[in-house]
């Protein structure tokens, strides 16, 4: 291939790596979003990747690789681990590229092989899978993400199968210009929709608002004439809100509580989802600085499809979060649509 054209590409894709690093790196520091630090550690590993390619070291060129997968794999499980989609202890996989990488330069630094696909070939390959299913696993942030994760997704995917033919093509003369210049604009388009999708507002999530809110952490039992009030109060500050009644302030996170299947919905029963999401926001709130807000205006609603006892659990430990984060739980609620007894435990529990 033309050396011109070979670093003209190369400085391409490192310009459009170096950028995405120093994007994602801004996001995270701004706005404390952990998926995209991992995301840009990614595109720091692909920028020496580029680096360690331009110096022919095998073995920093096979480790650079491997962090690039690596990272970025990390970043999309926590990034499900935060849409409640995928547990926590699926991060350990990430580190598989990295290991497979480390032992293929020991077979090479040691003699036990000097072969490039066992140094280079192997270790590249499994990193490729790697980015693919990074793409994959993307896909599955559709409905909260939509059209961003899905274009992010696909590229990611595509990117991740073209690098997987490079052991196999590398020495196929035709195919050298063609690959290395669709390699290249994979690389500028994941870089580009992968910035798109870290700034966006779902991504971002919410910023200190800029009104002081001055509610004592614990939990507010309110009546729904006093809720058109407290919306008015609250339509500048990011509420966690899980309800029915859709008309809500713009700047609130909402979720629909349906069995139905729409965008941003969450089944009644899904109780445990609810949980984990409130108790991510409120330790976010709070490590921004400001007093975090969840509300519900159903909790007749869940009663009718958990039960009592199973409410009262769920409400108990909304409550503890918002105490040890400094946030506040508020409860919309007609004491005449419930038993004396219930209202009174309930109130005992959670007030």
């Given at each position: 291939?033309?050396s011109?054209?070979?670093?003209?590409g190369?400085?391409?894709?490192?310009?459009a790596?170096?950028?995405?690093?120093?994007?994602?790196?801004?996001?995270y520091?701004?706005?404390?979003?952990?998926?995209?630090?991992y995301w840009?550690?990614?595109?720091?590993?692909?920028?020496l990747?580029?680096?360690?390619?331009?110096?022919?070291?095998?073995?920093?060129l096979?480790?650079a690789?491997?962090?690039?997968?690596?990272?970025?794999f990390?970043?999309?499980i926590e990034l499900l681990?935060?849409?409640?989609?995928?547990a926590?202890?699926?991060?350990i996989?990430?580190?598989a590229?990295?290991?497979?990488?480390?032992y293929t330069?020991?077979?090479?630094?040691?003699?036990y092989s000097?072969?490039?696909?066992?140094?280079?070939?192997?270790?590249?390959?499994?990193?490729s899978?790697?980015?693919?299913?990074?793409?994959?696993?993307?896909?599955?942030?559709?409905k909260?993400?939509?059209?961003?994760?899905?274009?992010?997704?696909?590229?990611l995917?595509?990117?991740?199968?073209?690098?997987?033919?490079?052991?196999?093509l590398?020495h196929?003369?035709?195919f050298?210009?063609?690959?290395f210049?669709?390699?290249?604009v994979?690389?500028?388009?994941?870089?580009?929709?992968?910035?798109?999708?870290a700034?966006?507002?779902?991504?971002i999530?919410f910023?200190?608002?800029s009104v002081?809110l001055?509610?004592k952490p614990g939990?507010m039992?309110?009546?729904?004439?006093e809720?058109?009030?407290v919306?008015?109060t609250?339509?500048?500050?990011?509420?966690l809100?899980f309800?029915?009644?859709?008309?809500?302030?713009e700047?609130?996170?909402?979720?629909?509580?349906?069995?139905?299947t729409?965008?941003?919905a969450?089944?009644?029963?899904?109780?445990?989802?609810?949980?984990?999401m409130?108790?991510?926001y409120?330790?976010e709130?709070?490590?921004k600085?400001?007093?975090?807000?969840?509300?519900?205006?159903c909790p007749?609603?869940?009663?009718?499809?958990?039960?009592?006892?199973?409410?009262v659990?769920?409400?108990?430990?909304l409550?503890?979060?918002?105490?040890f984060?400094?946030?506040?739980?508020?409860l919309?609620?007609e004491?005449?649509?419930?038993?004396?007894?219930?209202l009174?435990?309930?109130e005992?529990?959670?007030v």
């Open positions: 291939m033309d011109a054209l070979l670093l003209l190369q400085s391409l894709s490192l310009s790596k170096v950028l995405a690093f120093g994007m994602l790196a801004y996001v520091l701004k706005y404390q979003r952990v998926p995209a630090l840009s550690l990614s595109w720091l590993s692909a920028s990747s580029i680096l360690s390619d331009m110096l022919g070291n095998l073995y920093l096979s480790l690789e491997a962090f690039w997968a690596a990272f970025l990390y970043g999309v681990k935060e849409n409640c989609i995928l926590e202890e699926f991060k996989v990430s580190i590229p990295v290991i497979i990488s480390i330069i020991f077979l090479g630094n040691f003699g000097s072969d490039w696909f066992v140094i280079l070939g192997l270790p590249y390959a499994f990193s899978l790697f980015i693919f299913f990074s793409g994959i696993l993307l896909l599955y942030t559709r909260t993400y939509n059209s961003n994760a899905l274009y992010l997704g696909i590229i995917s595509i990117h991740g199968i073209h690098k997987l033919d490079y052991p196999l590398r196929t003369g035709w050298s210009p063609i690959g210049t669709l390699g290249a994979l690389t500028v388009l994941s870089a580009c929709l992968m910035v798109k999708f700034f966006t507002e779902k991504f999530k910023e200190k608002p002081e001055h509610f939990v039992i309110i009546t729904s004439q809720y058109l009030r919306k008015e609250l339509k500048d500050v990011p509420v809100a309800v029915r009644n859709l008309e809500v302030p700047t609130w996170k909402m979720f629909f509580i349906t069995n139905t729409e965008h941003d969450i089944s009644p029963t899904n109780l445990g989802k609810m949980a984990e409130a108790s991510s409120f330790k709130a709070h490590e600085g400001f007093e975090g807000v969840v509300l519900i205006d007749e609603y869940l009663k009718t499809y958990n039960g009592f006892d199973a409410l659990k769920f409400l108990a430990s409550k503890d979060f918002a105490i984060y400094g946030g506040v739980l508020i919309v609620m004491k005449n649509a419930w038993e004396e007894k219930e009174r435990l309930l005992s529990s959670i």
